[in-house]
């Protein structure tokens, strides 16, 4: 095989896990599959993991990484802080519509951990989730919503968010639109 055309291995092997748990599951994983997905040899993977569990934190926290990023740019474009939740709301489903197997492996597969605790520690719990619950309680604070709720209103919001992404991934559910452009209808339902 040829090991020598890959600009970016270690990201190409990533994702090559990514989509093999995906489809397969955890029990189907190796690190030779993986390689060969790739089309380099079988010894490849370890001179960037050691081992399949390495590789295996390398993808949730690529993916993790990568879904922060969309959160963090959002925040930075979003001009309009009465919208910034929407916005946030938004840039998930589009994030993982744009990615499903991202959202199969990182929240079926991976050994994510996310403490919805209050007052939970920000730099030690689930960096996408802490982006979010910031800018919620922010918008709370502004909203003069009292603080005892807010964690349990910011546990609501990453739940619906959360769930409407997990239906738009899912493979069988049908629907006659287009996901990125019913979040916002969906999202402003409990206005009434």
């Known amino acids: 095989m040829d ?29 030779r599959k993986v390689a060969g997905l790739c089309g380099v040899s079988h010894a490849a993977p370890y001179s960037h993991f050691g081992n399949k569990d390495i590789l295996l934190e390398e993808m949730q926290n690529y993916v993790s990484e990568n879904f922060s990023a969309q959160l963090e740019g959002t925040i930075e474009r979003c001009k309009d802080k009465e919208r ?4 946030l709301g938004k840039a998930y489903l589009n994030f993982f519509t744009a990615h499903p197997n991202y959202f199969a492996f990182l929240f079926g597969k991976s050994k994510l951990a996310l403490d919805l605790t209050e007052g939970a520690d920000p ?15 922010d918008f709370l604070a502004r909203k003069d919503c009292p603080k005892e709720k807010w964690n349990d209103i910011t546990i609501s919001l990453w739940a619906f968010v959360h769930g409407i992404t997990s239906l738009a991934t899912m493979r069988g559910v049908k629907c006659g639109f287009k996901w990125e452009e019913k979040i916002f209808d969906f999202m402003q339902a409990f206005q009434f």
């Open 3 to 31: 090991t020598y055309h890959h600009k970016n291995l270690k990201s190409d092997l990533i994702e090559a896990g990514i989509a093999l748990v995906a489809k397969e599951g955890l029990d189907a994983f190796s690190l």
């Open 84 to 87: 910034l939740l929407m916005e």
């Open 123 to 137: 730099q030690k719990n689930y960096k996408p989730y802490e982006i979010f619950k910031a800018a919620a309680e």
